[in-house]
């Protein structure tokens, strides 16, 4: 269902491709949008145990993306780094592909925004967290991507290097 890797040889080990998830902190969604036009906005993200979460409002483009369509990709940019002089740059990048949905289930919920909250603000304190989360709960849309597919890539110039 999905395409292999067109230079196999650049192509990333998972479990490395893993890594560059679990180390990211941002990252361009793509769904499908209004009008047969793709839908790509950055968002922050954490990932566990083969999914992606995400926060949103409960309205919006990217809402009405994920009603319309539940197949997603998420792409992570972990390194690029320009090379003028040698026409080229020094990059590692991951692509997941997968379904998105909204979770519903409070607990669902509860747990996804815990995750999200430990990954951008690791020394609060469980009350300052709660107070938080507290504050914006209503309006608060959580998203799941549950990964079918993961590449990852460098360029070969880093390939080279680790070898």
Same mark, same amino acid.
């Given at each position: ?34 009008? @047969? ?60 592909? @997968? ?7 409070? %607990?669902?919920?509860? %747990? ?52």
């Amino acid at each position: 269902m999905f395409r292999s890797m067109r230079r196999k040889r650049q192509q990333l080990a998972h479990e490395e491709a893993v890594e560059i998830l679990r180390a990211g902190t941002s990252g361009v969604l793509a769904l499908a949008g209004d009008d @047969g036009y793709p839908y790509a906005v950055p968002m922050s993200y954490v990932y566990a145990d083969g999914k992606l979460y995400f926060h949103s409002a409960r309205a919006g483009h990217k809402v009405d993306a994920v009603a319309r369509s539940p197949k997603a990709s998420f792409c992570v940019i972990a390194q690029d780094d320009v090379l003028p002089e040698r026409f080229t740059t020094l990059f590692r990048s991951v692509i997941a592909f @997968g379904t998105i949905r909204v979770l519903e289930d409070e %607990a669902e919920k509860r %747990a996804a925004i815990e995750l999200l909250a430990r990954r951008y603000s690791p020394n609060e304190s469980a009350e300052s967290v709660d107070a938080e989360i507290g504050s914006f709960w209503n309006a608060l849309c959580l998203l799941e991507l549950t990964i079918e597919h993961l590449t990852g890539k460098e360029a070969k110039e880093l390939m080279m290097a680790r070898s």
